[in-house]
């Protein structure tokens, strides 16, 4: 058990990283890095070419994302987004804000373990491995644990909805 807690520990900022490292060593003349690019859809060398036309800033910039949605025919459509939340995160709205996502759910996590809410300990790390491919981190359309940072920020969480939920007695 306890090596399960080091694990959720340290998900966050190893799901973090992770991205930015392929991404960045991403070598399409390597068939091995090919073969990943395409195991993982081309998201690689899409976030590669992102990068490069908009390289991560401390503030974040405006980024002109292209799905290809709403084209017509005769455009010529070079799809450009980055399904990674945490590059997304990171090329959009900038590197502070990246950190502060990820301290927020490192938070998060802590305060699950503490409690022993074994429930989302389990559904952070999904979260936190899902974030590496899907861009839903912090769309609250998409992600309800979100409404989990409301026992984190609460004044007095002595007796609060996460306490309980999810503990295992």
Known sequence: IKILKNFFKVVFPICTV???????????????WAALNV????????????????????????????????????EEIQYLYVDSSYLNIAITYGLIVLIIVVV???????KA?????????VALTILALHS????????????????AFVDVISVNNKNNMMTEYGKVR
Do not use: E
């Not at 991560?56 to 084209?71: C, D, N, P, R, S």
């Not at 373990?113 to 300990?121: A, T």
């Not at 590496?132 to 409404?147: A, E, F, K, R, S």
């Open 18 to 32: 992770l991205p930015f490292i392929l991404t960045f060593k991403y070598d399409a003349g390597s068939s091995g």
């Open 39 to 74: 195991l993982l859809t081309h998201r690689l060398s899409i976030g590669l070419r992102a990068l490069k036309q908009y390289p991560i800033t401390l503030f974040g910039q405006v980024v002109q994302w292209y799905t290809g949605i709403g084209a017509t025919i005769s």
């Open 104 to 110: 927020a759910y490192m938070m998060l996590m802590n």
């Open 113 to 121: 373990i503490k409690d022993n809410n074994r429930l989302l300990c």
């Open 132 to 147: 590496m491919t899907d861009p839903q981190l912090i769309l609250l359309q998409y992600n309800v644990i979100l409404i």
